[in-house]
């Protein structure tokens, strides 16, 4: 896992003593070191290639990963980030961009209500996942292939509907 999960000092109340200046993050960016920053916290993901999404993890290396986190993982995988926690973004750096041009009031307010209707999405239930949906979508899934082997097997006739018939078992077979 290289230098990911290795934490400096704790501060009272398990918070990272560190704060980290735009400049020093943006220093990081090979995936031998490793910086991200999500959600206002810099995370130290060097030489992790056991990642389970594999190397794309350091495409965001030395740079703001925090919408791209929320796009690829559940919110439970947040808990996992702690142990590569190395601490914070500093505070006036966080109206910046990471080449530290000033971010403009527009572009502020747009990633906080971009930010707010995604969890504003999750708490409606519009992420959640239907097991009976996927139940639903393998019993018919199976169901079509059942009666396209049916219809291959149950014509073995020479004429133009037994053709037809496997014809048409045959495209929906794929």
Request: proline share 5%; glycine share 10%.
């Amino acid at each position: 896992m290289g230098k990911g999960g290795q934490r400096p000092p704790a501060a009272k109340d398990g918070m990272v003593a560190s704060e980290h200046a735009w400049k020093e993050i943006t220093q990081h960016r090979t995936p031998d070191d490793a910086w991200l920053m999500i959600n206002n916290k810099v995370y130290d993901v060097s030489g992790w290639h056991d990642h389970p999404g594999g190397d794309v993890l350091f495409t965001s290396a030395g740079d703001d990963a925090t919408d791209t986190f929320a796009l690829f993982h559940a919110s439970s995988t947040a808990k996992h980030l702690s142990q590569f926690c190395i601490g914070t973004l500093k505070p006036e750096d966080r109206s910046k961009w990471s080449d530290e041009r000033p971010k403009s009031q527009e572009q502020e307010n747009f990633e906080r209500g971009y930010r707010r209707l995604k969890v504003e999405m999750r708490n409606d239930g519009l992420f959640d996942s239907s097991p009976l949906y996927y139940t639903y979508k393998q019993a018919t899934t199976l169901m079509l292939c059942f009666y396209a082997a049916w219809l291959v097997g149950a014509h073995p006739g020479s004429g133009w509907r037994d053709f037809g018939a496997r014809t048409f078992g045959g495209i929906l077979m794929g």
